[in-house]
Each structure stands twice: as C-alpha cells, then as structure tokens.
C-alpha cells in the first residue's frame, strides 16, 4: 500500500512539474508572438492599400506592379519582417533596381527595416544602401532632403558607416572606402552641378570618418 502511494506521489509531481514547464513555453510562445505583431510599430500604416502612401502615390501603385516582390508586398502587410537571413538579403538589394517605377518601395522597405535594425540584421542594410547612394546619388540626397529634422541622414550614413563595406577587401580602412564611396557617387552624378561633388564628399566622410 505504502509502495501505491509512493508511486502516486511521484507521478503527481511529475504532472505537475510537466505543467509548469508547459505554461512557461505558452508565456514564452506569447511574448515572442506579441514581439512580432508589434513590429512594424510606429511604421503608420493601416494596411489599406488606397490610404496609405508612399512617396507621394498610394501603395496600390506598388502592389499591383506585376513585377513587385511577393516579399516585398509581404513586408508592408507584415507578413514578413526581415532577419538576418539570405532572403532579407535579396528583399533588401531591390533597392538599385533599375525599375523607376517600384525603386521607392524598395527603398521604403529599406529605410524601415533600418530603423528596426539590432546589431545582426543591422549587417544587413548597410550595403544596399551604400550601393542605392552610389548608383543614384541624386535620387538619394532628394530622398535625404526630404527629411528636415537630419535623422534620416544620420540613420544612413550610420548604417553605412557599420557595415556598408563588408562586401569589399579593406572595408576597415576609412581612407580608402571614402574615396570608393565617393568616386563611385561622382561617376553615376549625371549633370551634376559644382555644388553636388563637395556634398559627396561631405557624406563620404560622415560615412567613413577616420
């Protein structure tokens, strides 16, 4: 009798023990859930197509590009928030698409998962936006000129400045990936006035200071 009591004692502690671990997984499932609904948190959007805008045209415009990403389009819906794996790699080099017409939600996509970037995604966006300032470097300062308050500037060249170069041999020598930088901008600057080449310049150094 005592051995039947002892072996219902034991069982129960297990269950109950099972249980707790069982509901700290739930918690954990929760939280990360939680996490990952709110991440497009201060982004503005209502995901209504017709409302909401980017760069002065609604997103239908984008979407029913038949030539938009479906990552890309699962991006605004939030269906995919971008890590630090080879697919937010491709979603985020759509940026220098030659596509006139779907360049600015790229580079949308680009500019927010700045902005929610940590120190693994963050090796991420600093390439493709260092190649979008190089191949458009025109289109670029007119996106940056936007933005009065300067914090989107400051996001970039910050962003560059952490990993714009690692695609490149001696990516930690300032001197020579500032004058990468700026030789590649100054070839794609097509009519350029004498006022454009001295701010490249400038935003080679705040990208690649010594």
Known sequence: MKNILFLILILSCQKNIETDRNIEHSVEN???????????????????????????????????????NPTAKDFYFGKYRPYDEPKTAELLALITTDDDNLRPFYRWILNKTILIQDGALGE??????????EKYPTEFFEYMDYDKSGDKYLDWTNSISY??????????NSKKMRKYLSSKMKSNCKNCDDKMKPRIEKFANDCFPD
């Not at 966006?125 to 979008?132: E, L, S, W």
């Not at 990993?163 to 930690?172: A, T, W």
Request: overall charge negative; some cysteine; aromatic content about 16%.
């Open 30 to 68: 929760v939280d990360v859930q939680n996490n990952f609904d709110n991440w497009q948190k201060g982004f503005e959007l209502t995901h209504n197509i017709d409302i909401d805008t980017i760069w002065n045209k609604p997103v239908r415009f984008y979407l029913e590009n038949k030539n938009c």
């Open 163 to 172: 990993s714009g170069m690692y695609d490149l041999d001696d990516y930690k």
């Open 124 to 133: 991420y966006t600093g390439v493709p936006a260092r190649k979008y300032a």
